[in-house]
């Protein structure tokens, strides 16, 4: 058996396809009172499912850092008269909730940013931690691990309707 040697380009994530194959592990884990796991995969799962609206629905794009970017979300930098802006990578929970709402707020008239309106109002992640996967579990109430969950199911609702609507920004 040989070794697999690396590719040169990293393949275009898949986040659509992340989002529900977490949700399911995340659902599976929750079924069987891994709460610690359960709660991890659901933000997993809605971090690529607003990371997969961002890119197929409101114009995000990977830059050359195979991360996502979205020019409405960037950092102003420089004195009055002589700014530049940079856009800003799509990171981590909570503060990507941030960046959908931010990219999502501007575009409510129609079209996709019409769909996702409803998902903004309310960060149901603020306070979620990735790190919170090293602790005992305690922390991890009932109705946090059904706030997450949930949130994560309307993601990926979301992503499949405006699919199905065909909503896209690119192919």
Request: charged fraction near 20%; include cysteine; hydrophobic fraction near 40%.
């Amino acid at each position: 058996m040989t070794a697999s040697t690396p590719s040169a380009t990293q393949p275009a994530p898949a986040f659509a396809t992340a989002s529900r194959n977490h949700y399911r592990a995340a659902t599976l884990a929750a079924a069987k009172d891994l709460r610690i796991s359960a709660d991890h995969l659901a933000g997993l799962a809605a971090e690529c499912g607003i990371k997969a609206i961002l890119a197929d629905f409101l114009g995000s794009r990977l830059n050359t850092r195979n991360r996502l970017e979205n020019a409405e979300v960037a950092t102003v930098k420089g004195t009055p008269g002589n700014r530049t802006r940079k856009p800003q990578e799509h990171g981590h929970l909570p503060e990507l909730w941030e960046h959908l709402t931010a990219v999502a707020h501007r575009r409510r008239g129609g079209g996709s940013g019409a769909l996702f309106t409803q998902l903004i109002w309310k960060n149901p992640f603020a306070g979620w931690d990735i790190g919170d996967r090293y602790c005992d579990g305690t922390t991890i109430t009932d109705a946090a691990l059904d706030r997450h969950l949930k949130a994560a199911y309307d993601l990926i609702a979301a992503h499949e309707q405006a699919s199905i609507l065909g909503t896209r920004s690119h192919a």
